[in-house]
């Protein structure tokens, strides 16, 4: 299967990583930003094509799909120009950053029926996976998640420690990861939110700390802090309150309330969440189905974000 990569900044390292592990794949280019880091990662994985134009990246020989990680706020607009192309799309998180655009990409999947897959890795990471199974079994409710997202980014750089031509957002990015997963692992409608937030940067335009509450049918809570201040363990950390047990995950990794460690190793084909999503973005293509994560699955976690929004008065 030919794929294409737009954008060439960290995330797009971390998919082209994961992707030499999956047999009958190939990047034949990659659509970035950037002349000079889209030639070098290029270059650096040995991919004959790069381009600065979606479109000529697109009209590639062959290519079937499109895996982009692009700056957040062009998404919704590049996933939308690869379906109009007939090409099958993942959009890294968040799929658009307000619900008019993610509906509108909903939208058009639905025109053109092919496979369009938002980027939620939490769903994949075996550690919750593991969770996942127990909840789906009975073994296990969901009585509180405690999670915290905690970043030091007072200066607009990227996960390489490079400059960022968009400004990243507590909201639509970070804590979108938390509220697809609370309402994927619970299984339920998340019908009550509750925000607040602390000063705005002066120069990124952005609240650099946040409190979210959320509520399911159920009544299963689910409190989450975010900070761009926090100098210290980077990172999101997942704290599983429930009626039969506490497990903390923290990305791939799994313990209990006591910290022994928990096995994970043989849930799945890989302890790495973003190759197991690029698997099922890529077999659901294989195999003409819906994926796990669909951008109109992902849809439920933006109409919540739009509400908590709303409650922020932005």
Known sequence: MKIIMVGEGAFGHKHL???KNIDD???VSIAGGVEESTKATADKYGIAHWTLDLQEALAQPG???AIITSPTPIHARQAIEVMKAGKHVMVEIPMADSLADAQAVCDVQKETGLVAMAGHTRRFNPSHQYLNKKFRAGELNIQQMDVQTYFFRRKNL???GQPRSWTDHLLWHHACHTVDLFAYQTGEEIVDVM????????ELGIAMDMSIGMKTTSGAICTLSLSFNNDGPLGTFF???CDNGTYIARYDDLVDGKENP???SKVDVSMNGIELQDREFIAAIREGREPNAS??????AMKVLDRIEKALGE
């Open 17 to 19: 990583d994961a992707l």
């Open 25 to 27: 794949v190939e990047v």
């Open 63 to 65: 290519v079937e799909a």
């Open 158 to 160: 990227n996960a390489l």
């Open 195 to 202: 925000a607040m937030q602390g000063p705005k940067h002066p």
């Open 239 to 241: 704290r599983y309150i």
């Open 262 to 264: 928990i096995d994970v």
């Open 295 to 300: 951008v109109s699955q992902a849809l439920i």
